[in-house]
């Protein structure tokens, strides 16, 4: 089955408006002829730069997503932000359970869940991420990681809901480390990953769903990953920072994905 690649910049804490919208800018004239037909191509800037991002990406086939939601409509969750400020910014795509938000802020499987189920119902696309720690690989605890991860996050939810989500597989030993999974690794574990996917929601769901690749992704290596067969996207932190490096990945991951 063939399915369209989606390759995502994740900026972090990185970038004002101001330089959000040069580096939009400046990416709308390298991706120019990238055909929506073969990719999907999405920047998640910081809440600040949203606004300023989706103006300049504006009639160009580049996407804006944010890095988080909070899965209550409003009240009193300070520092949190909601599904209807995203929506009325343009946003289209959201991030959940990235590691950093587990590690640094307590974010559960739980608290994935609920944020993918209220960005669900908000309308957008989820990039959900999930992935084992260095610690974890090493004592062959990946697989139980991962299906614990997607149990909990995705646990619930139907066939249609899975129509919007797209998971983004993340060793966390691999991000912003410069070590990246070799294809043959990444592609074991995405076909595990499929292979749950499957025991959850059947056939028709998993060959259906995009799993991206991300930690150290880079235009030198985006190729080989994205020709493996069970990956088809990439989520980026580091090389997503510059419009050149950026453009260079998704070009190279169109290429190695056969598209
Ligand atoms: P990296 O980050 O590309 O800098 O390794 C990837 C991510 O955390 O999404």
């Known amino acids: ?40 191509i999405v920047v998640c800037p910081p809440f600040t730069a949203i606004a300023a991002a989706v103006k300049a990406a504006k009639g160009s086939n580049i996407k804006v997503g944010a890095q988080n939601v909070h899965w209550e409509a409003s009240g009193a969750y300070t520092g949190e932000i909601s599904v209807s400020m995203l929506k009325e910014l343009g946003v289209e795509y959201v991030i959940t359970g990235h590691s950093e938000r587990r590690q640094y802020f307590g974010e559960t499987d739980h608290t994935v869940h609920l944020r993918t189920a209220a960005a669900l119902a908000g309308g957008f696309k989820v990039m959900m991420c999930i992935g084992e720690t260095l610690e974890e690989r090493e004592s062959n605890r990946t697989a139980e990681v991962l299906d614990r991860q997607l149990e909990g ?83 980026i932190g580091g090389t997503a920072l510059k419009a050149d490096s950026f453009a260079e990945l998704v070009k190279n991951a169109v290429s190695g994905s056969g598209c």
């Not at 060793?171 to 595990?192: L, Y």
Request: net charge negative; charged share 25%; hydrophobic share 40%.
């Open 153 to 235: 996050g995705l646990g619930g939810f139907t066939a249609a809901d899975m129509e919007n989500i797209i998971l983004a597989y993340e060793p966390v030993w691999a991000i912003g480390t410069g070590k990246t999974a070799t294809p043959e690794m990444a592609e074991e574990t995405h076909r595990h990953i499929r292979g749950k996917v499957r025991a959850m929601f059947g056939d028709e769901v998993a060959g259906k769903i995009r799993i991206q690749y991300g930690g150290s992704m880079k235009p030198g290596n985006a190729a080989e990953l994205l020709a493996c067969p069970d990956i088809d996207g990439g989520l």
């Open 1 to 40: 089955m063939s399915r369209k690649i989606v390759v995502a910049g994740n900026w972090k804490m990185n970038k004002t408006a101001a330089e959000a919208e040069a580096l939009v800018k400046e990416l709308v004239g390298l991706v120019s002829d990238v055909c929506p037909c073969k990719a999907e």
